[in-house]
């Protein structure tokens, strides 16, 4: 039979190769060894080809494998891009938020009294008024008891008046006490215990304050009456610089020997400024001593039987009766001292029926120099809340907190207690002049009021048979504190150097003559008053009168009841601007304004009769 031969030139058959006698030999190993071997490349053959075809598909695959994982990076890298892009814009066009006005203008508005000092000035950083220098340092001597250097000017003058100084400083004292971890929060803790503390160093001049007793108090340093045409350079018919006016002459002092008004004013600011200072024993002792001489004065130790006469008529500052200085004064000695016959004093009904605490009303529901009704029932509605008393003070101070109530309700635009203008302020003085100093102090009191309800977790409060979230209230505040600080018709802050359009020309001796080392005598500076020019000084922080009924203003330095500032009115406006100031950063401090009470012991009521 033929043999077949395979591909590589083989043959097919496999056999040993044998020799003649059938016996194997070398050269037949040697064959069946490359035989052996044929048939394994023979056999192998496919696999390879396979292994080759697999490597080759997985080299592919390998290949495409990268290629997918390289544009997975590329979409990844791609859609981080455009994250970053989008948040970026994002955070431009809302940024984070920064300090809201009323934080930014809480600074200046303390500034206004480093611009209002008088006598020496302080050695410190707040001696910060570059236009400003050492004035009026002959009050007192001769003429009173004690020298009265220091203090502050009321307004656009160089009048010391006692009366609007001390409600200046009760107000101050009172938003420290309640807001101290603001005011160090923007770094104006220690500037506001400064001015306190230069106005209660004034006040402990004005009267013999080591003393066991007084029977007679400085009102007024300065001035004269303005409807006299006299030229006497210490008058309001003078327009200087108060470090112009010789000290070479000492000024008149004028003295009160009945002014209770006065004398519980004065005891209140005292009581106040103690606490604050309490930490500085000395001090803090020496004003309490002083507050309580001066409500002695005040009541001559008749507390709520006061049988004696007002205080005699001002030219200025004339209050209008003074038994809310009373109860204002009687609290304020509570806190400071925790003697309890102080509480037991204001709230009693014969008292409070002096002070008309069972009735509110347009003209008790508005906290100024003059009136003191709604600030002393807040006060004492903040016992109720947080001392929690029961018999037998319960039920007075309950009154005073429907009262309380009754005034923050009479606020909103829902009551027609108050109008409002077009531009939306709330005349709280009745479309009379200079409405903003009342303005700031309910914005103060409604802030404060909510505050205190928060930290008892109370939502809100009735007006009449509807309920009202705690804010609507604040919204109330916010809209009249942004009215005077620029949002209104006239597109004008009524607080110099805040914004971008202030008054340029304030009614303030100081700010309107320029510092050019030639000094102005009495007429001589009244060119300076009647210029067209805005003031060379810029009083920085001065909240002035304000504008009308119709929300129109005059800049001009003739018409006080638009561009004059005062103590009375700024005192206010850091009150309201601090309590505004940060919303939810802190709450108000609970404790400190009652350091001095001790634990309540109250009385069981008494037992029926059998």
């Not at 292994?51 to 495409?64: A, D």
């Not at 431009?92 to 480093?114: E, V």
């Not at 005034?407 to 635009?413: A, D």
Request: hydrophobic residues 35%; charged residues 20%; neutral net charge.
């Amino acid at each position: 039979m033929a043999e077949r031969n395979n591909m590589w030139g083989g043959s097919f058959e496999i056999r040993a190769a044998e020799d003649e006698d059938g016996e194997c030999n070398n050269d037949g190993a040697a064959s069946t060894a490359l035989e052996e071997e044929v048939k394994q490349s023979w056999l192998l053959r496919p696999d390879i080809e396979r292994e080759r075809t697999r490597k080759k598909k997985k080299k592919k695959f390998i290949i495409n494998g990268m290629m997918v994982r390289t544009l997975a990076v590329l979409v990844a890298v791609v859609i981080i891009i455009l994250i970053v892009v989008v948040t970026c814009r994002r955070r431009r066009h809302h940024p984070i938020p920064g300090p809201d006005n009323y934080t930014l203008a809480l600074p200046l508005s303390l500034m206004f009294f480093d611009a209002q000092r008088s006598g020496r000035l302080p050695r410190n950083i707040y001696n910060n008024v570059s236009w400003r220098g050492n004035s009026c340092l002959q009050d007192g001597q001769k003429t009173f008891i004690n020298n009265l250097v220091g203090g502050y000017y009321d307004a656009g003058d160089a009048i010391k008046l006692s009366f609007p100084t001390s409600f200046a400083m009760t107000m101050l004292s009172w938003s420290a006490l309640e807001y101290s971890t603001k005011y160090e929060a923007n770094g104006e803790l220690d500037h506001v215990k400064d001015i306190i503390k230069w106005g209660t160093d004034y006040l402990l001049k004005t009267f013999n304050s080591s003393a066991d007793s007084i029977n007679m108090i400085a009102s007024q340093v300065g001035g004269g009456d303005p409807s006299s045409k006299d030229t006497d350079p210490h008058d309001l018919n003078c327009w200087m610089r108060p470090e112009d006016i010789d000290n070479n002459d000492p000024r008149p002092v004028y003295k009160c020997y009945n002014c209770p008004a006065l004398a519980a004013e004065m005891a209140a600011a005292l009581a106040a400024a103690s606490i604050v200072f309490k930490d500085n024993q000395d001090y803090s002792i020496k004003l309490v001593h002083g507050a309580k001489i001066l409500f002695q004065f005040a009541t001559k130790r008749q507390g709520g039987d006061y049988a004696g006469k007002p205080d005699a008529p001002s030219v200025y500052y004339n209050s209008t009766g003074f038994w809310d200085e009373f109860v204002w004064a009687g609290a304020w000695l509570y806190c400071a001292t925790g003697d309890s016959s102080y509480l037991q004093l204001v709230t009693t009904p014969a008292l409070a029926k002096h002070a008309d605490a069972f009735w509110g009303g347009p003209h008790h529901s508005v906290l100024s120099w003059n009136s003191k009704y709604v600030g002393a029932q807040l006060l004492l509605t903040r016992m109720r809340l947080f001392l929690r008393y029961g018999y037998p003070y319960e039920e007075m101070l309950r009154t005073f907190q429907n009262q309380v109530e009754e005034t923050v309700c009479s606020y909103l635009p829902n009551f027609l207690s108050f109008k409002r203008t077009n531009g939306g302020f709330i005349q709280l003085n009745h479309a009379r002049p200079q409405p903003l100093q009342y303005i700031v102090n309910a914005v103060f009191l409604t802030t404060l009021y909510m505050d205190y309800l928060e930290a008892s977790e109370i939502p809100g409060c009735f007006c009449g048979p509807h309920f009202y979230t705690r804010t609507a209230f604040r919204s109330f505040a916010k809209t009249q504190m942004d009215y005077i600080l620029g949002k209104n018709p006239q597109n004008m802050s009524y607080i110099v150097g805040f914004g971008t359009r202030f008054p340029q020309h304030v009614l303030h001796r100081g700010a309107s003559i320029p510092k050019n080392n030639i000094k102005y005598n009495c007429q001589g500076g009244r060119k300076w008053r009647d210029s067209a020019k805005p003031n060379p000084n810029v009083i920085i922080g001065a909240m002035v009168g304000g504008p009308d009924q119709n929300d129109g203003f005059l800049d001009s330095r003739s018409n006080y009841n638009y561009t004059e500032p005062t103590i009375a009115g700024n005192a206010g406006l850091v009150a309201a601007l601090v309590a505004l100031s940060g919303e939810k950063t802190a709450q108000i401090d609970r404790n400190t304004l009652f350091y001095a009470i001790p634990p309540p012991l109250t009385p069981q009521p008494p037992q029926p009769a059998t």
